[in-house]
């Protein structure tokens, strides 16, 4: 049976790129589906794969459409006013605001065929949109500059402020102080100020002060690397120390024992910066790790986490069920909470209660009813899970389920009308199952509650200013696992170089998954006592890709390099 070709519009830019011959129309109708399938604006997929140059594009957008071409690279962008669009929707359609003039706001754009972009921001804002073309290279970077240049000037202007304003208490152990080096303290509190505006506009979601023999250093965690970024005077340890105690009201004067604390930064009338702090006593002092809980930058969308299509389609019809448990499985840092909020904000709805229980909540949503965890006073997971079931819920969310008490009563309450989200700390899907069942629970109450488990691992995003092509035999793809017909069908693999954009060749994560539903099949098999191979091979028997073959895909579309998946991935 012949294949059905993805519809043109005869009308739209990809016809008048094959119009004026700049591409043949079978390219364009390939590229028009790849877009479409990867959620990517159309030019965006044309100039990202090099099919053609964004200068050619903007021309013949201009004459199709009449729409004036705009130079943005001459734009000031400071004065740009990008706080009127959300963030995710600029990036998403690739609209930058770059005036506004009464109840107009002028949108730079590369595509001017994306209505529902337009449309989406014209509702968000309130304001009459009017279009102006921009170059797609020239208008990535315009995007990032402005986001970057609007979250440095209000981290700067504010945060300063509100650090400044912070009561610094006298440390009076003598043993605290170098006699030698008379310092203010305002240098101090100055230097914290710098490392914490470091920390959250480069991106990191965790910064290590870290004292040494004869060194202390200082490291931020970007992209799942760790990476030195200062490394101050070591007689000045002691002071930053305490510096960060004070910030987050802990006692100064206690350094035999660890400490848990918090600090909490406005940032803007609607957005916060937590940082959740631990000191541990080392050799040669305090190590204090702070946690950068950002919720603005932590809850994506479902369709912004990486998932194929497919896989998305299975994720979204388990969550979307009355009643049943979702597990997500991964090691710490792998981004299982930010996939559990991005359901929980499909499911957040006026008519539904959601109850959630954390160690600590990491991302505060409104109209979600969130619990912290403090077992000091007996407020164990299982504890809140047994309160939440008097507490009329149609939703749970458990943080994580760690022993036979909160498994078997998360198992009850998805088998008594109640949609149960968890996670748990294991390699892959087909394990969780029987770490369920060497937990105690019964596997006729695991084949009965739950619906899906998603494994998942964060691997960094090549950067597309930068990657380049490499050269790998035929025999090590093989082995690598990419099969006779992907190499046949010819395979473009990406390798990180580095550029004033990105990290050693990175910017960005995303995910890889393995998205398992319960089927009858391997509900038949946890019944029988089936082993994780068992399982695993009844899920590949049934096309689910393991986090391997996942991870391939995405080297495949060179969204990340063979080495980065294998840093993640390999055993």
Same mark, same amino acid.
């Given at each position: 049976?012949?294949?059905?070709?993805?519809?043109?519009?005869?009308?739209?830019?990809?016809?008048?790129?094959?119009?004026?011959?700049?591409?043949?129309?079978?390219?364009?109708?390939?590229?028009?589906?790849?877009?479409?399938?990867?959620?990517?604006?159309?030019?965006h997929?044309?100039?990202?794969q090099q099919?053609?140059?964004?200068?050619?594009?903007?021309?013949?957008?201009?004459?199709?459409?009449?729409?004036?071409?705009?130079?943005?690279?001459a734009?000031?962008? #400071?004065?740009?006013?990008?706080n009127?669009?959300?963030?995710?929707?600029?990036?998403?359609?690739?609209?930058?605001?770059?005036?506004?003039?009464? &109840?107009?706001?002028?949108?730079?754009?590369?595509?001017?065929?994306?209505?529902?972009?337009?449309?989406?921001?014209?509702?968000?804002t309130?304001?009459?949109?009017?279009?102006?073309?921009?170059?797609?290279?020239?208008?990535?970077?315009?995007?990032?500059?402005?986001?970057?240049? #609007?979250?440095?000037?209000?981290?700067?202007?504010?945060?300063?402020?509100?650090?400044?304003?912070?009561?610094?208490?006298?440390?009076?152990?003598?043993?605290?102080?170098?006699?030698?080096?008379n310092?203010?303290?305002?240098?101090?509190?100055?230097?914290?100020?710098?490392?914490?505006?470091?920390?959250?506009?480069?991106?990191?979601?965790?910064?290590?002060?870290?004292?040494?023999? !004869?060194?202390?250093?200082?490291?931020?965690?970007?992209d799942?690397?760790?990476?030195?970024?200062?490394?101050?005077?070591? &007689?000045?340890?002691?002071?930053?120390?305490?510096?960060?105690?004070?910030?987050?009201?802990?006692?100064?004067?206690?350094?035999?024992?660890?400490?848990?604390?918090?600090?909490?930064?406005?940032?803007?009338?609607?957005?916060?910066?937590?940082?959740?702090?631990?000191?541990?006593?080392?050799?040669?002092?305090?190590?204090?790790?702070?946690?950068?809980?950002?919720?603005?930058?932590?809850?994506?969308?479902?369709?912004?986490?990486?998932?194929?299509?497919?896989?998305?389609?299975?994720?979204?019809?388990?969550?979307?069920?009355?009643?049943?448990?979702?597990?997500?499985?991964?090691?710490?840092?792998?981004? !299982?909470?930010?996939?559990?909020?991005?359901?929980?904000?499909?499911? &957040?709805?006026?008519?539904?209660?959601i109850?959630?229980?954390?160690?600590?909540?990491?991302?505060?949503?409104?109209?979600?009813?969130?619990?912290?965890?403090?077992?000091?006073?007996?407020?164990?997971?299982?504890?809140?899970?047994?309160?939440?079931?008097?507490?009329?819920?149609?939703?749970?969310m458990?943080?994580?389920?760690?022993?036979?008490?909160?498994?078997?009563?998360?198992? !009850?309450?998805?088998?008594?009308?109640?949609?149960?989200?968890?996670?748990?700390?294991?390699?892959?899907?087909?394990?969780?199952?029987?770490?369920?069942?060497?937990?105690?629970?019964?596997?006729?109450?695991?084949?009965?509650?739950?619906?899906?488990?998603?494994? #998942?691992?964060?691997?960094?995003?090549?950067?597309?200013?930068?990657?380049?092509?490499?050269?790998?035999?035929?025999?090590?793809?093989?082995?690598e696992?990419?099969?006779?017909?992907?190499i046949?069908?010819?395979?473009?693999?990406?390798?990180?170089?580095?550029?004033?954009?990105?990290?050693?060749?990175?910017?960005?994560?995303?995910?890889?998954?393995?998205?398992?539903?319960?089927s009858?099949?391997?509900?038949?098999?946890?019944?029988?006592?089936?082993?994780?191979?068992?399982?695993?091979?009844?899920?590949?028997?049934?096309?689910?890709?393991?986090?391997?073959?996942?991870?391939?895909?995405?080297?495949?579309?060179g969204?990340?390099?063979?080495?980065?998946? &294998?840093?993640?991935?390999?055993?």
């Amino acid at each position: 049976m012949a294949t059905t070709q993805p519809s043109l519009n005869p009308s739209g830019l990809a016809w008048r790129l094959v119009r004026d011959r700049l591409i043949t129309e079978d390219v364009a109708r390939t590229a028009h589906a790849e877009a479409s399938k990867r959620r990517e604006p159309f030019v965006h997929y044309l100039v990202q794969q090099q099919i053609l140059d964004s200068r050619r594009i903007a021309i013949a957008a201009c004459h199709e459409f009449g729409v004036p071409l705009f130079d943005i690279s001459a734009l000031d962008l #400071q004065q740009a006013p990008v706080n009127l669009v959300d963030e995710r929707l600029i990036r998403r359609h690739r609209a930058l605001p770059i005036f506004r003039r009464g &109840n107009r706001l002028f949108l730079a754009v590369s595509d001017p065929t994306n209505d529902q972009g337009v449309d989406e921001i014209r509702f968000n804002t309130g304001l009459t949109i009017e279009m102006v073309l921009a170059e797609e290279d020239k208008l990535s970077a315009a995007i990032d500059r402005a986001i970057e240049a #609007q979250d440095t000037t209000t981290m700067t202007e504010i945060m300063d402020a509100e650090l400044e304003t912070l009561d610094i208490a006298s440390d009076d152990d003598k043993s605290n102080r170098d006699n030698d080096l008379n310092i203010d303290e305002a240098p101090i509190v100055r230097y914290v100020n710098k490392i914490l505006i470091d920390a959250i506009t480069s991106g990191a979601s965790d910064v290590h002060f870290e004292p040494y023999e !004869k060194t202390f250093r200082i490291r931020f965690r970007q992209d799942g690397l760790l990476r030195e970024v200062a490394s101050p005077p070591s &007689n000045l340890a002691a002071r930053l120390v305490a510096r960060l105690k004070v910030m987050s009201r802990m006692n100064i004067a206690e350094r035999r024992i660890p400490q848990d604390g918090r600090i909490k930064l406005k940032l803007s009338r609607n957005r916060d910066i937590d940082f959740r702090v631990n000191t541990l006593p080392t050799l040669y002092g305090e190590k204090v790790v702070l946690r950068i809980l950002d919720s603005s930058a932590s809850t994506v969308d479902v369709e912004d986490l990486g998932m194929d299509p497919e896989q998305r389609d299975v994720f979204l019809e388990a969550i979307d069920k009355p009643y049943g448990m979702v597990l997500v499985t991964g090691p710490t840092g792998s981004g !299982k909470t930010v996939s559990l909020y991005s359901a929980l904000n499909l499911l &957040n709805k006026p008519e539904v209660n959601i109850s959630t229980v954390e160690d600590p909540v990491e991302i505060v949503v409104p109209g979600i009813n969130q619990v912290n965890m403090n077992p000091k006073t007996g407020l164990t997971f299982a504890a809140a899970l047994r309160a939440f079931l008097r507490q009329d819920p149609d939703i749970i969310m458990v943080g994580e389920v760690r022993d036979l008490e909160t498994a078997e009563i998360a198992v !009850k309450a998805a088998q008594t009308g109640h949609m149960v989200l968890s996670t748990l700390h294991t390699n892959d899907a087909p394990q969780s199952l029987t770490r369920l069942a060497n937990m105690g629970v019964a596997p006729f109450n695991i084949a009965s509650s739950i619906l899906l488990i998603m494994a #998942q691992r964060l691997v960094r995003r090549l950067c597309t200013h930068c990657r380049k092509p490499e050269e790998i035999p035929r025999e090590t793809l093989l082995v690598e696992g990419f099969t006779e017909k992907e190499i046949e069908e010819g395979l473009t693999i990406y390798g990180p170089v580095g550029c004033e954009r990105c990290t050693k060749g990175y910017k960005g994560r995303t995910g890889i998954f393995q998205v398992m539903k319960v089927s009858d099949a391997i509900s038949r098999l946890i019944l029988e006592g089936g082993n994780a191979l068992q399982l695993a091979e009844q899920a590949k028997h049934e096309g689910v890709a393991d986090l391997r073959r996942s991870g391939l895909s995405k080297v495949k579309a060179g969204i990340t390099s063979l080495e980065e998946l &294998n840093r993640v991935t390999k055993e």
